[in-house]
């Protein structure tokens, strides 16, 4: 009963190179919701996506960031020319549903590192 | 915007209780969630109250006022692998089950 899927768990970048990471829900999940931690900090919202849909994107940088979950394969984040600011780790957490039901299940996450 | 406040960190003994507070001010409320996450570490599920009063799992309870924006973890018989950071959520209305995140309690659980 695999969860959450992450990876890579470690990727590391050179300033202005693309970073894609990957996640696939748990089973039977169908909701996907991205979230970013810098070093001593809590979680920060930053997508919320269904099947090919993007719901909440109102914590996304306005450039850069990218996030889809198309009908078959897994949720992508996706930075392009990175910058140092965006190490940080990246969490992908899945729920059955849309609506007010149960907690989020949280992946063990990517720890992306820019040079 | 949203606030969600919790201590930095706080130290107790292995044994005892502690209890970690948790105040928030949002527009909207459905559901307030406790998480711990230890370092490099997914955050796992502790707890979850939408209504007040207390919900109980074993050596973990939470609390919630609703009308006081309040909330605590209370961890009994501490232990060492108890050490770990303890996170708490708010759901919003209108975000399906979005969560917002205060920045977190660091426990450190000592002999």
């Known amino acids: 009963n695999a969860g959450v899927m992450q990876n890579p768990r470690h990727l590391v970048r050179r300033r202005g190179q693309e970073a894609r990471l990957r996640c696939s829900p748990m089973?039977?999940?169908?909701?996907v919701y991205w979230y970013r931690q810098l070093p001593e900090e809590g979680l920060k919202f930053m997508v919320y996506l269904q099947k090919e849909n993007i719901i909440d994107e109102s914590g996304m940088p306005k450039e850069r960031f990218s996030a889809e979950f198309p009908k078959e394969g897994p949720s992508i984040l996706r930075i392009q020319q990175v910058v140092r600011g965006d190490s940080a780790a990246y969490f992908c957490?899945?729920?059955?549903?849309?609506?007010?039901?149960?907690?989020?299940?949280f992946g063990e996450g990517s720890r992306l590192t820019v040079l | 915007g949203q606030n969600i406040d919790q201590p930095t960190e706080m130290t107790a003994t292995e044994g005892a209780i502690v209890q970690i507070n948790c105040t928030y001010q949002?527009?909207?409320?459905?559901?307030l969630f406790w998480y711990q996450q230890h370092a490099g570490e997914a955050p796992t599920f502790l707890s979850y109250?939408?209504?007040?009063g207390l919900e109980e799992k074993g050596r973990f309870s939470s609390f919630l006022s609703r009308s006081k924006g309040y909330s605590y973890l209370l961890l009994k018989e501490l232990q060492m692998k108890d050490s770990a950071s303890y996170l708490c959520?708010?759901?919003?209305?209108?975000?399906?089950?979005?969560?917002?995140f205060g920045t977190g309690t660091q426990l450190k659980v000592e002999l």
């Open positions: 109250n939408v209504l007040d």
């Open positions: 959520a708010v759901r919003l209305t209108g975000g399906g089950n979005k969560l917002t």
């Open positions: 089973k039977g999940h169908s909701h």
């Open positions: 957490a899945s729920s059955p549903y849309g609506g007010l039901v149960g907690e989020l299940f």
């Open positions: 949002t527009s909207g409320f459905n559901g």
